[in-house]
């Protein structure tokens, strides 16, 4: 006699989940819609505007339909150092099919004058972008160096890697992420 | 809250409460062993092999899946890099290697799983607390007054959520008086679980959709759930019949 009960406690308790698994059907198709920016994945891109050591101007919306890699570093960083020659490498490797580096250096915190001779010591090709205010840090919430951010070419973020250095295999798979 | 979690340090605090909630789950456990008639040696030996399991299930299976990135640079196999890791595939080596270890010590599974159980509520705290610090498994956005301001909007705390539903559930388990028939802590536990996150993971912003709009961890918690139910009945109709 006491097993009915049960048997039906159950059914009850499995068609409310189903009614509410019906209920919560998310209609927009994506929760994070790809419209509020910030810096998490899943989330479009916060938008920044930067000078390179030459003056030109980079604004990150500009260069929408390319896979972009967004890496937060400073020079006294030793993380930093020891994975940009995997950066620079496949940044040479994917480059054509539509990949760009934007490796904003922390100038806030760190000595402009050591950039170029970092630059050159790591034989960089692709731009360094100088954010001395800390204002693009802030909007990407820094917390840790070196910070990359792989964002899609439609201007999602679409993996955040916090600290390193990054394996180069690591860097691969990403990149191959992003660009489909 | 979150901003605390996310200020001065920088090691990966998730991480730190998640082995935090490891180590005081473990120690939960051992208190209660005399109940299940496990050794100590036993489920300590379940949990290594286990982790081990994890740790190395997870690296070899991302290599497997990402094997042509791996040929440029087959060093990158030996990195620290955490980020260089199948979480699904390390989940299911952990527990085949945790199966295997058992049936070859010859250990009752249903008892091993009630042992280990309030481990896996105590990790379900732990996992909840390092989504709070990592701002991860967040929720949609609401005007609710609870509502949280994170990634740029005011969002259902859906960490705080699954933290209450984590420490109601160990609850439950920790201070449940009856403990037969053997395996029905865990079922329990596992029922709890599948339900709260069927119910929770409606207010989620980040839920993986599938086709209609229906939310991938909904229809598993629901199956989890199903087959718990299923199973619990079963314990108890085969203990009325022993």
Not at chain 1, 69 to 88: D, F, G, K, Q
Not at chain 2, 22 to 44: D, F, T
Not at chain 2, 221 to 228: F, Y
Request: net charge positive; charged share 15%.
């Amino acid at each position: 006699m006491q097993h009915l009960p049960r048997r039906i406690l159950y059914s009850v308790i499995l068609i409310l989940g189903f009614v509410w698994i019906l209920f919560s059907v998310d209609k927009s198709g994506l929760s994070t819609n790809g419209k509020i920016p910030a810096p998490q994945t899943g989330f479009l891109a916060p938008d920044f505007e930067l000078k390179t050591q030459s003056g030109e101007t980079v604004k990150l919306s500009d260069l929408r339909g390319q896979a972009v890699l967004v890496n937060l570093w400073a020079t006294w960083c030793p993380p930093c150092r020891a994975e940009m020659r995997s950066i620079e490498k496949v940044y040479k490797e994917y480059k054509d099919q539509g990949f760009t580096v934007l490796a904003v250096n922390m100038t806030y915190q760190d000595e402009a004058t050591k950039i170029p001779t970092f630059v050159s010591e790591q034989n960089l090709s692709f731009p360094i972008l100088l954010d001395e205010t800390g204002r693009m840090a802030n909007a990407y919430q820094m917390r840790s160096l070196p910070s990359s951010f792989f964002i899609s070419r439609d201007g999602i973020i679409k993996e955040v890697v916090i600290g390193g250095p990054m394996a180069e295999a690591l860097l691969r798979t990403r990149v191959e992420e992003i660009l489909k | 809250m979150i901003t605390l979690f996310r200020s001065p340090f920088a090691p990966p605090r998730h991480l730190i409460l998640l082995l935090a909630s490891l180590w005081l789950g473990l120690a939960l456990s051992e208190k209660r062993l005399e109940r299940y008639q496990i050794s100590k040696e036993a489920l300590n030996n379940i949990i290594h092999f286990s982790l081990l399991g994890y740790i190395i299930g997870g690296r070899v299976l991302f290599v497997l899946a990402n094997l042509s990135a791996f040929t440029h640079s087959p060093w990158s196999i030996f990195s620290i890099n955490i980020d260089l890791f199948d979480p699904v595939g390390a989940f299911v080596t952990a527990v085949l290697v945790g199966f295997i270890y058992g049936q070859r010590q010859k250990l009752p599974l249903w008892a091993s799983l009630d042992a280990l159980t309030p481990l896996f509520a105590t990790l379900a705290i732990g996992l909840s607390l390092s989504h709070l610090a990592a701002g991860t498994a967040f929720g949609k956005p609401t005007n609710l007054p609870w509502g949280i301001h994170l990634w740029n909007a005011t969002r259902h705390p859906t960490q705080l959520y699954e933290l209450i539903a984590s420490l109601i559930i160990f609850g439950f388990i920790w201070f449940r008086k009856v403990d037969s028939p053997s395996g029905s802590s865990f079922l329990l536990y596992a029922a709890l679980t599948a339900g709260a996150r069927l119910f929770l993971e409606a207010f989620r912003g980040d839920s993986q959709l599938i086709i209609g709009g229906l939310r991938l961890a909904q229809i598993l918690a629901w199956i989890v759930l199903a087959v718990t139910l299923f199973a619990s009945e079963r314990l108890r109709k085969e203990e009325q019949v022993y």
